[in-house]
């Protein structure tokens, strides 16, 4: 056996090791490689001076040739100091100590430079195994080398050796710089993924994820770069189709929000005719929807653009009673659910004809849905039209059915809420008078409009009557609430001014005494008001107000100005008060207009604002020739459309 001086001799690093895996002996090689002089290297355990990544390898080596007492090969990488990590190919041998008995363990690279690839065979188990592919470019050469891996990436790739330039020309074009600064920054420390997107032959684009890292072969022997390869298509695929299926169920529950809330916020069976025909066949993937609402015993119908109308002609005003898919759906407040022409005449077999009736079964099926609520009779159905073959999932069925009991709910209210709107206008309609058909000398106009909701009777009120010594008394007046109670107590304030007016004509003391009345009776509802008393022969006016909104003046080149009326606080509060009043004349070329609050007043629109809108467009109505019924049209359109939520009431007066 050679002398251990022998053993440590040539060029390539190498070590003699106890067999525990402390140094006894290196060379200067191994001194380079593992980083450090001879004196800090003696006496430590090998695998100690190995990086983290190859200790466990290197450990390993040096326990299989000493206890096995045979040899041991295993590609390992120095740390590369200077450059690249060296890939090596280490060989352990037992020795016998030439100074002595004890056994030895001589590490040392074997030149594999005529071999290259067996430094490569760990590297490619490795990244078979990560199911990856790896290959190696030569800068020099400027060619890629396949070298395997998973063969699913390796199939990506049928050549063993191909061209840089080849390559390029298969990565899509907003991803060619991507690879070449991959190549160019490639470092001695793996970098990071990067994406790419690769179309092969005969096959379709690729998702591809790489990353790359310099190496050196051998301790003498060539630096190249190494690059795995992960193909991402098939987990892309699988990412675009559950963000596609997220996207949609987003969707879908953005879109089931939004019909339920239009459902809940519908105003009139208007609205919810268009919530229901523009929403259901989108919602719930079919061709066509028809609605039926219950009328006196019948059905009118209405349907979208899948279904014509001239399709269910039979089914309107077809009554409750009839033995057929649809009244009895509404009648029993049961879902039906008909999936073929077979189905529907076994069940219906004297029904009326059915909405496509003669292609039933062919081509369609059909789901009806009553639009009830618990503990009602339903006041109507909704149909849809779906292809043959359908059948609704539970899901779905369940979902039909709660936006069904939604659309019967907003029905009911909408229709109860109808009957009170026409109740509380025939009420207010009696307690408003009507206006003496001719006052001589003036023109009148009034007009009033209950709230937007229509909840209740309002408080609002007008009047205009002819006094004992030829005037006219005018009075606009809002007694506080929306309920019976507030009409009662403004239908109590306008009986008292006319009585009082008959005998104290003057504004201020008509307040003063239905003042002292309201206090006295205790009433539970305060008003406010404003009264004026015209002599239609001069123009002259007399006002006082209880606390109203003052009155506003358009003159005929279609300015106004607003008259704040002296007077003092709303009626039936304070005892003892004393109402004033003023004198101004109403000349020809000018109109005067009263109003409630509700005209001047909303959640968006300021007093200030309110008066100014509506003297603008009286004096507009007046510079235009409008009469005093055209002016008090406009003004309360234009309450109504912006704003309104409070009763609204108009009085317009001009000279004659």
Same mark, same amino acid.
């Given at each position: 056996?050679?002398?251990?001086?022998?053993?440590?001799?040539?060029?390539?690093?190498?070590?003699?090791?106890?067999?525990?895996?402390?140094?006894?002996?290196?060379?200067?090689?191994?001194?380079?490689?593992?980083?450090?002089?001879?004196?800090?290297?003696?006496?430590?355990?090998?695998?100690?001076? @190995?990086?983290?990544?190859?200790?466990?390898?290197?450990?390993?080596?040096?326990?299989?040739?000493?206890?096995?007492?045979?040899?041991?090969?295993?590609?390992?990488?120095?740390?590369?100091?200077?450059?690249?990590?060296?890939?090596?190919?280490?060989?352990?041998?037992?020795? $016998?100590?030439?100074?002595?008995?004890?056994?030895?363990? @001589?590490?040392?690279?074997?030149?594999?430079?005529?071999?290259?690839?067996?430094?490569?065979?760990?590297?490619?188990?490795?990244?078979?195994?990560?199911?990856?592919?790896?290959?190696?470019?030569?800068?020099?050469?400027?060619?890629?080398? @396949?070298?395997?891996?998973?063969?699913?990436?390796?199939?990506?790739?049928?050549?063993?050796?191909?061209?840089?330039?080849?390559?390029?020309?298969?990565?899509?074009?907003?991803?060619?710089?991507?690879?070449?600064?991959?190549?160019?920054?490639?470092?001695? !420390?793996?970098?990071?993924?990067?994406?790419?997107?690769?179309?092969?032959?005969? =096959?379709?684009?690729?998702?591809?994820?790489?990353?790359?890292?310099?190496?050196?072969?051998?301790?003498?022997?060539? $630096?190249?770069?190494?690059?795995?390869?992960?193909?991402?298509?098939?987990?892309?695929?699988?990412?675009?189709?559950?963000?596609?299926?997220?996207?949609?169920?987003?969707?879908?529950?953005?879109?089931?929000?939004?019909?339920?809330?239009?459902?809940?916020?519908?105003?009139?069976?208007?609205?919810?005719? !268009?919530?229901?025909?523009?929403?259901?066949?989108?919602?719930?993937?079919?061709?066509?929807?028809?609605?039926?609402?219950?009328? =006196?015993?019948?059905?009118?119908?209405?349907?979208?653009?899948?279904?014509?109308?001239? =399709?269910?002609?039979?089914?309107?005003?077809?009554?409750?009673?009839?033995?057929?898919?649809?009244? $009895?759906?509404?009648?029993?407040?049961?879902? !039906?659910?008909?999936?073929?022409?077979?189905?529907?005449?076994?069940?219906?077999?004297?029904?009326?004809?059915? /909405?496509?009736?003669?292609?039933?079964?062919?081509?369609?099926?059909?789901?009806?849905?009553?639009?009830?609520?618990?503990?009602?009779?339903?006041?109507?159905?909704?149909?849809?039209?779906?292809?043959?073959?359908?059948?609704?999932?539970?899901?779905?069925?369940?979902?039909?059915?709660?936006?069904?009991?939604?659309?019967?709910?907003?029905?009911?209210?909408?229709?109860?809420?109808?009957?009170?709107?026409?109740?509380?206008?025939?009420? !207010?309609?009696?307690?408003?008078?009507?206006? /003496?058909?001719?006052?001589?000398?003036?023109?009148?106009?009034?007009?009033?409009?209950?709230?937007?909701?229509?909840?209740?009777?309002?408080?609002? @009120?007008?009047?205009?009557?002819?006094?004992?010594?030829?005037?006219?008394?005018? =009075?606009?007046?809002?007694?506080?609430?929306?309920?019976?109670?507030?009409?009662?107590?403004?239908?109590?304030?306008?009986?008292?001014?006319?009585?009082?007016?008959?005998? $104290?004509?003057?504004?201020?003391?008509?307040?003063?005494?239905?003042?002292?009345?309201?206090?006295?009776?205790?009433?539970?509802?305060?008003?406010?008001?404003?009264?004026?008393?015209?002599?239609?022969?001069?123009?002259?006016?007399?006002?006082?107000?209880?606390?109203?909104?003052?009155?506003?003046?358009?003159?005929?080149?279609?300015?106004?100005?607003?008259?704040?009326?002296?007077?003092?606080?709303?009626?039936?509060?304070?005892?003892?008060?004393?109402?004033?009043?003023?004198?101004?004349?109403?000349?020809?070329?000018?109109?005067?207009?009263?109003?409630?609050?509700?005209?001047?007043?909303?959640?968006?629109?300021?007093?200030?604002?309110?008066?100014?809108?509506?003297?603008?467009?009286?004096?507009?109505?007046?510079?235009?020739?409008?009469?005093?019924?055209?002016?008090?049209?406009?003004?309360?359109?234009?309450?109504?459309?912006?704003?309104?939520?409070?009763?609204?009431?108009?009085?317009?007066?001009?000279?004659?």
């Amino acid at each position: 056996m050679d002398a251990s001086d022998d053993l440590l001799r040539g060029p390539e690093p190498a070590a003699l090791l106890t067999l525990d895996g402390a140094i006894r002996g290196l060379n200067a090689a191994m001194n380079t490689a593992l980083g450090g002089p001879a004196e800090q290297c003696l006496g430590r355990y090998f695998g100690d001076l @190995w990086p983290a990544s190859q200790r466990m390898s290197a450990d390993s080596l040096v326990l299989h040739a000493a206890r096995a007492r045979a040899v041991a090969m295993q590609v390992l990488e120095f740390p590369g100091r200077a450059g690249a990590p060296v890939a090596s190919l280490i060989e352990a041998r037992p020795v $016998e100590d030439p100074t002595g008995d004890e056994q030895l363990v @001589w590490v040392h690279e074997l030149d594999a430079r005529n071999d290259l690839a067996s430094l490569l065979i760990p590297f490619r188990m490795a990244t078979a195994a990560a199911d990856l592919g790896l290959w190696m470019y030569s800068p020099q050469g400027r060619r890629l080398e @396949w070298l395997g891996g998973a063969p699913a990436v390796a199939a990506l790739f049928p050549e063993p050796s191909v061209s840089l330039t080849r390559v390029i020309s298969a990565v899509h074009p907003d991803d060619r710089e991507t690879l070449r600064q991959l190549l160019r920054s490639a470092s001695t !420390q793996q970098s990071p993924w990067v994406r790419l997107r690769y179309l092969p032959q005969h =096959e379709g684009w690729h998702q591809l994820a790489a990353q790359t890292r310099r190496i050196q072969l051998g301790h003498d022997g060539p $630096e190249r770069i190494f690059g795995v390869i992960r193909d991402d298509t098939k987990q892309e695929n699988r990412k675009k189709r559950a963000q596609a299926a997220l996207a949609a169920e987003r969707q879908r529950a953005k879109d089931i929000a939004d019909f339920s809330s239009a459902l809940i916020t519908a105003a009139s069976e208007q609205e919810l005719q !268009q919530v229901a025909l523009t929403r259901l066949a989108a919602t719930f993937g079919a061709s066509g929807a028809l609605l039926a609402f219950v009328d =006196e015993g019948r059905l009118r119908v209405s349907t979208d653009g899948g279904i014509a109308m001239w =399709e269910v002609a039979a089914l309107h005003g077809l009554p409750l009673n009839h033995p057929s898919a649809l009244p $009895e759906a509404i009648r029993t407040g049961k879902p !039906q659910f008909i999936p073929d022409r077979k189905d529907y005449e076994h069940r219906w077999p004297h029904g009326a004809e059915f /909405p496509r009736v003669g292609r039933l079964g062919s081509d369609y099926a059909v789901s009806i849905t009553p639009l009830s609520e618990t503990g009602n009779q339903p006041l109507g159905a909704w149909l849809v039209l779906y292809g043959s073959g359908y059948r609704p999932s539970l899901d779905q069925q369940t979902l039909m059915g709660t936006l069904a009991d939604l659309a019967g709910q907003a029905l009911r209210r909408i229709r109860l809420q109808q009957a009170r709107v026409e109740l509380a206008t025939a009420v !207010q309609k009696t307690m408003l008078p009507t206006l /003496p058909e001719h006052m001589a000398g003036l023109e009148v106009a009034a007009r009033y409009r209950p709230s937007r909701d229509g909840l209740d009777i309002g408080g609002d @009120w007008y009047d205009a009557f002819m006094l004992p010594d030829g005037a006219v008394a005018l =009075e606009i007046g809002d007694a506080q609430g929306h309920d019976v109670d507030a009409a009662v107590a403004m239908g109590q304030v306008r009986a008292s001014m006319r009585t009082i007016a008959a005998h $104290e004509p003057d504004p201020a003391t008509v307040l003063t005494r239905t003042n002292e009345l309201l206090v006295t009776m205790d009433a539970a509802r305060f008003a406010s008001c404003t009264m004026l008393h015209i002599d239609p022969h001069d123009g002259q006016v007399t006002g006082a107000s209880a606390g109203h909104v003052p009155v506003l003046c358009a003159h005929k080149d279609g300015s106004h100005s607003i008259h704040e009326l002296p007077g003092g606080p709303v009626l039936g509060v304070m005892p003892d008060t004393e109402y004033r009043e003023e004198t101004f004349t109403l000349y020809r070329d000018r109109a005067l207009i009263m109003v409630t609050d509700g005209v001047v007043e909303g959640p968006g629109l300021t007093l200030e604002a309110g008066l100014e809108r509506a003297g603008t467009l009286a004096g507009g109505a007046l510079h235009d020739g409008l009469t005093a019924e055209e002016t008090a049209d406009r003004i309360l359109d234009a309450a109504v459309a912006v704003d309104h939520l409070d009763d609204v009431a108009v009085l317009v007066i001009r000279r004659t």
